[in-house]
């Protein structure tokens, strides 16, 4: 009898749990628990030391622990720790953009709403904290109080981390060592923590000295590598695709999380030689996509698509312009469109990927971007993929692709010169500039196959007149 209702009890939690897990609400029930667990993760957790410091390369799971560790913090459920009633932390980001993309979603992903009080936003609707910039989260804890994350930024400078009391900071990325300085100063009130979660790209800087070295003998201080193979959820394959499309010199600190200066271009393997054609009249069934990055004040950059027979892309045009309203640009669009003959629907529409923050409402307009380019005959499908280093990685793939795969028509300027110019910058991400027409190469590249995984052939004549078919049939 006691083992049927073991049996049923277990059967009613895992019912339970799946029905959380459809729900997508209790995230943080889930992590690091089943079958797939990052020892390396949980290694962090349960370090009781006050200063520790995650080394790992891109998708190493990193940022992930991160979060966590600080919504277990302001919850008051902490499982490897004594936990405190009511706590005050900061998120401390590079730039409120890197925030935003990085460290912020990462809280918001693992956050249950039901334990948000209120969210106080710097720019945006709190109806949607995940397209703006939040200041900080006021969370319900277990002990029946409420807790606080604030976010910061670096580039605020140091003044702005003075006079407050906290529990603990987590660092996303290396910061400028006067600010780090600071935050330490923060937590000692309250003998609370710092944890930092990085990719060591700047050379060998203070946190080389001071946390990798620990040249201090400080006993507070630990420090763990990640790399993607410690990642239980990259599959093997994905790990090795990665590798590939990264220079050797790269591999060091991007897979390994290893020191390194390596600091140099997104793209070198972009070459003009083979990359750059001249233009030529596209036949109306290579005709593919749009894809738009919205910029008002920034320029908005769109780009338009065609995929030969092969499967070979072309960027066939341009339109990049800054300081203009929605119509101007449409208007532009409109116009390139009827240079290129390109297809439109039966009410005389365009088509477009466009970045997915064109959902969010502007203090400008009353209306979203996506809703504004709709009502001029643009209809935009903000559902891209704007995963960062995947889409690097799959532009890199058709970039290195023998025989070439993707190839830029001479008048893209503006593509052309990003190509040129686009570095990395101190964490996953590159430099936030001049990148407009490369997040809409991106948004547009990730919709097609990994050349590492699909194989491109060439396409019978039966294939060849229904593929022209299906291209006829989406224009429809």
């Known amino acids: 009898m006691g083992q049927d209702v073991n049996s049923i009890v277990k ?28 020892k390396k993760q949980m290694e962090f957790h349960k370090c009781l030391k006050r200063n520790r410091w995650v080394f790992g390369g891109n998708r190493s799971g990193k940022t992930e622990c991160g979060a966590v ?15 405190r ?16 993309d990085v460290a912020q979603a990462k809280i918001l992903h693992y956050l249950n709403p039901d334990w948000i009080e ?35 930024s670096c580039d605020q400078g140091r003044e702005k981390f003075q006079g407050t009391s906290l529990d603990y900071v987590w660092f996303d990325e290396e910061p400028p060592y006067d600010i780090y300085e600071e935050c330490i100063m923060r937590v000692l009130d309250r003998r609370g923590e710092v944890w930092g979660t990085m990719t060591p790209l700047k050379g060998l800087t203070w946190v080389y000295e001071e946390i990798y070295l620990n040249k201090s003998n400080n006993p507070e201080v630990w420090h763990i590598h990640i790399e993607w193979a410690d990642n ?113 629907d039966s009410k005389g529409r365009l088509s477009a990927l466009i970045d997915s923050a064109s959902k969010q409402h502007t203090l400008a307009y009353s209306k979203s971007v996506a809703e504004l380019f709709y009502e001029k005959g643009i209809v935009v499908n903000p559902n891209v ?24 028509f001479k008048n893209c300027v503006n593509l052309i010169r990003e190509l040129k110019s686009y570095w990395w910058s101190n964490g996953d991400n590159p430099k936030k500039v001049d990148d407009h027409t490369l997040d809409a190469l991106r948004y547009y590249i990730m919709t ?22 299906m291209r006829r049939l989406r224009r429809l």
């Not at 019912?15 to 089943?34: A, S, V």
């Not at 993929?385 to 830029?408: C, H, T, W």
């Not at 590492?452 to 294939?463: H, R, T, Y």
Request: aromatic share 12%.
């Open 11 to 38: 059967k009613i939690l895992s019912i339970e749990k799946e029905e959380l897990r459809r729900q997508n609400k209790n995230r943080l029930l889930f992590y690091n628990t089943g079958e797939k667990i990052h």
């Open 69 to 83: 560790e600080a919504i277990w913090w302001a919850r008051g459920n902490h499982p490897y720790r004594e936990n």
């Open 85 to 100: 009633a009511n706590t005050i932390g900061w998120v401390v980001s590079l730039s409120y953009e890197v925030q935003r």
């Open 118 to 152: 209120d969210i106080v936003m710097m720019s945006g609707r709190k109806g949607a904290p995940e397209y703006g910039i939040i200041d900080h989260i006021v969370i319900k804890n277990v002990f029946g109080g409420l807790s606080k994350i604030g976010f910061k």
């Open 232 to 344: 239980p959820f990259l599959n093997k394959k994905e790990v090795e695709l990665l590798t590939k499309t990264l220079s050797s010199d790269s591999v060091d600190s991007r897979r390994f999380g290893n020191f390194s200066a390596d600091s140099g271009l997104v793209y070198p393997e972009f070459d003009s030689n083979l990359h750059i054609v001249e233009p030529f009249s596209v036949p109306s069934e290579w005709q593919d996509n749009i894809a738009i990055d919205p910029g008002l004040n920034n320029p908005l950059a769109c780009l338009f698509f065609a995929v030969d027979y092969d499967g070979n892309i072309y960027v066939v045009g341009e339109h990049y312009e800054a300081g203009r309203d929605i119509e101007y640009h449409t208007e532009k669009i409109f116009a390139l469109a009827d240079k290129l003959n390109w297809h439109r």
């Open 385 to 408: 993929n704007k995963d960062m280093f995947s889409g690097i990685a799959r532009v890199k793939e058709y970039l290195k692709a023998r025989p070439q795969k993707l190839f830029i």
């Open 448 to 469: 097609k196959p990994s050349l590492n995984e699909a194989k491109f052939k060439e396409l019978s004549e039966i294939e060849k007149d229904k593929s022209k078919l």
